[in-house]
């Protein structure tokens, strides 16, 4: 992505910026996130220590991962990929016989309250549009506007320009195969509906004392935070439902999932670092010395990520998913905005995309201060954050941060000069099929007819566009080197219909699946 953008409006501030930020948001969003989990995981199984657990984690991870690049994250997460479904089906299907079935569900979840209560408050109680996806627009915890547009926002920047992502899809050998596998991953993304919040529900009914406790010092007790203790739903239903041998299975489908999601961050983060910090200001670095960068910038990141996870741990009331999605609604919606903005709008330039980004991150780390100084207060507290934090909920704010960022995007792009020809030919949605223009050498023919060529005058350099073969071939006969080969984009045509198929299906099922729990 910031090679993308580089090449897109030219110069390095902007491919500088991206690659800072993806490491940031590898810090706060992913690093640090996937180590508390994981060692939340392992503290409610196994009783372990929850730092002992995070440096267990670290220590197998890095093992393989710094000893075997992305050949060994690919191969490691295909096989994972398996042995975590089929781990989730059997958990699945436990929970679902212990509460008597799918149609219990929201009866079972909706008398799930605690024992222990907070006089005078409602926070104990589960929320009465649980089954629902529409929420309310202004009091609902997933408000549905935000539901529908904050999400795809923050989607579109991590499908589309996320370093894990793109790292993945370049190294496919053609179109059909990236194709094909971004379809199955979007296949895959439906079923944690079904095997992560369900059971997450079904726990919660089980367990309300532990997964659902509001009191702080039963919380802390049970968990460790006094802001609750949501996060351990999923390990919960591991340990008190499955057998031995399946516990088993199950810790190590949970161990290989995070482990997968780590091994991938670390790769891609040194990568990021190494190509596009490092490498632009040492462009004569060895290959050994990128691979040393490389690892001593993925030891720096688990080191402050590790340091964060205290924050993390308190942060919105406790609820990992609530964190993961604020923190990213704050600083990944001008990403988005300037990604679509370079592919779909030819006169986007530099000092647009430049300020646009700027304005943004300003805008988005005002409001994450804020969240942080002002956390959600414990059940049966006075909250006293600014009206402007609690008003705007977090998805909303990043509907109107994208729309801020496009908006300076596109005022500084017009009044500022256009972005040249070989920054848009092949690089936007309505110029991929362009040819670039390339540069050839044009001898001149001497009068002199038993002149040699060591006599030749210098040649000139003349360009020449889409249709000039006969330039090119006059190139060649130069005695010019031949361009290197690019690959070639063209599918076999079976292959691009079924893709094509089943991406018309797959949309078709989620637009069911939305409406039918809307």
């Known amino acids: 992505m910031p090679e993308y953008l580089g090449r897109r409006f030219g110069g390095e501030r902007i491919r500088t910026y991206l690659a800072v930020l993806s490491l940031m948001l590898s810090v706060f969003t992913k690093i640090s996130t996937d180590l508390y989990s994981g060692a939340l995981f392992v503290q409610v199984c196994l009783g372990w220590n929850l730092y002992l657990s995070t440096v267990l984690m670290l220590v197998v991870t890095a093992l393989y991962t710094i000893a075997g690049g992305l050949a060994a994250v690919i191969y490691t997460d295909t096989l994972q990929t398996f042995i975590m479904i089929i781990g989730a089906i059997i958990l699945t299907i436990t929970a679902f016989n212990n509460i008597g079935g799918y149609s219990n569900l929201e009866r079972v979840y909706s008398i799930a309250v605690p024992s222990k209560i907070i006089p005078n408050s409602t926070c104990h109680l589960p929320r009465e549009d649980a089954m629902h996806l529409f929420r309310d627009a202004v009091t609902g915890d997933l408000p549905w506007p935000g539901m529908t547009l904050g999400l795809t926002i923050l989607a579109t920047w991590y499908w589309c320009t996320d370093q894990v992502i793109v790292q993945r899809s370049l190294s496919a050998k053609n179109m059909s195969h990236v194709k094909g596998a971004s379809i ?100 004569r670095a060895s290959e050994r010395e990128l691979l040393l960068v490389g690892r001593i910038v993925t030891v720096i990141l688990v080191v402050v990520s590790v340091v964060w996870i205290p924050i993390l741990q308190s942060a919105n009331s406790g609820q990992l998913y609530v964190y993961i999605q604020s923190v990213t609604s704050y600083l990944a919606p001008p990403v988005t905005a300037v990604f679509t903005l370079a592919v779909f709008w030819k006169r986007t330039n530099e000092q647009g995309a430049f300020w646009g980004l700027m304005v943004g991150l300003v805008v988005g780390v005002c409001r994450m201060v804020l969240e942080f100084a002002f956390p959600p207060p414990r059940c049966g ?138």
């Open 184 to 283: 199955f991953a979007a296949y895959l993304k439906m079923l944690p509906f079904i095997f992560i919040i369900l059971p997450g529900m079904i726990s919660r009914a089980l367990y309300p004392d532990s997964v659902g406790c509001v009191d702080p010092e039963e919380c802390v007790r049970v968990c460790g935070a006094e802001v609750g203790c949501s996060n351990i739903a999923f390990p919960k239903l591991v340990i008190e439902l499955m057998p031995s041998g399946l516990r088993g299975l199950m810790i190590a489908v949970m161990m290989a999932a995070l482990m997968s999601s780590l091994t991938s961050i670390f790769n891609s983060s040194s990568t990021l670092f190494t190509m596009d910090i490092w490498k632009k200001h040492r462009p």
């Open 381 to 518: 507290v006075v909250d006293s954050a600014p009206m402007v934090l609690r008003g705007v909920h977090y998805l909303h704010f990043a509907i109107l941060l994208c729309g801020l960022t496009a908006v300076v995007v596109a005022i500084v792009s017009l009044l500022t000069p256009p972005p040249r020809p070989e920054q848009v030919c092949n690089l936007t949605w309505w110029t991929i099929t362009e040819e670039p223009q390339r540069e050839i050498p044009l001898q001149k023919v001497s009068s002199v007819s038993h002149r040699n060529s060591a006599n030749s005058e210098p040649a000139r350099r003349g360009t020449c566009g889409p249709v000039a073969g006969m330039c090119i071939s006059a190139m060649h006969r130069s005695g010019e080197p031949p361009a290197p080969r690019v690959p070639s984009v063209r599918e076999s045509v079976f292959w691009s219909r079924f893709c094509c198929f089943n991406a018309l299906l797959l949309v078709s099922i989620n637009i069911f699946l939305y409406a039918y729990f809307a």
